[in-house]
């Protein structure tokens, strides 16, 4: 199928609002550079009017200064990428994000090389949820669904394959917070088998192909207005 052919399946589809979205490159891996001007670029051009946009220089080289970032676009939702490694600063860092209004901040596990069970994760979840912070975590959702119980968090797993899906359904049964991204949910009836207002609709874009996840979610079996709610409704609720 051409991408031509995937835009008509599409329609009119219009995301309000992108869960997952990057600005910056991996220094380890090809991939685009990822500027501020052609991620929003590339959002507009799938129809997605705004993104929640973390930066790849503050979840690896930098906290502060890639949040500066982000903090100073225009026409986004800012989110603050935290560095597991540095649990400490980790936390002054969300400390700083939420008195300057910032309502989510992100994890990166994977590309930090850190565990479930690492008591960084434990310790940066419980000031999150204290302080209010939605979370947007990456990682195998079978493992790092267990830092956040029983605190009340807000999160969402950014990661959820739909190979997983029957473990996210599971705990996230008897955790009220927990929500997942469409990304990777790619299979019959996925989107489906989630109550809808625990789906947020997200790309990784520009590190992922968002058309599709867009064409999954436009050929659904939702309702009309369970895919508006996952297509921003969601997310605008979540993060203000």
């Known amino acids: 199928m051409t991408a031509f052919d995937a835009r008509g399946l599409i329609g009119e589809l219009t995301v309000t609002l992108d869960v997952d979205v990057l600005v910056g490159a991996y220094a380890d891996r090809d991939g685009p550079p990822g500027t501020p001007s052609s991620v929003l670029a590339a ?65 990166f596990p994977d590309e930090q090389g850190v565990e479930a ?16 912070l939605v979370v947007l975590t990456g990682g195998d959702v079978r493992r790092f669904w267990q830092p956040f119980s029983g605190l009340g968090a807000q999160v969402v797993f950014l990661d959820t394959h739909f190979y997983h899906l029957g473990d ?16 990777l949910l790619n299979s019959p009836d996925a989107l489906e088998s989630v109550p809808a207002d625990r789906l947020l609709y997200g790309s990784r874009t520009p590190h992922y192909e968002p058309l599709v996840p867009l064409l999954r979610l436009a050929t659904s079996g939702l309702k009309p207005e369970e895919i508006t709610a996952v297509a921003g409704g969601n997310a605008r609720r979540l993060l203000g």
């Open 43 to 107: 959002l507009g051009a799938h129809g997605i009017r705004a993104g929640a946009v973390a930066s790849l220089r503050a979840a690896l080289f930098d906290q502060r200064s890639g949040n500066d970032e982000v903090l100073a676009l225009q026409g986004v939702v800012p989110v603050g990428a935290l560095d597991l490694r540095d649990p400490i600063g980790s936390v002054r860092e969300m400390e700083r994000l939420a008195a300057l209004g910032v309502k989510a901040v992100r994890l």
């Open 117 to 132: 069970g690492f008591p960084s994760v434990r310790h940066v979840a419980k000031r999150a949820a204290a302080l209010g």
């Open 168 to 183: 996210f359904l599971v705990v996230a049964a008897d955790e009220p917070g927990f929500h997942t991204s469409t990304r």
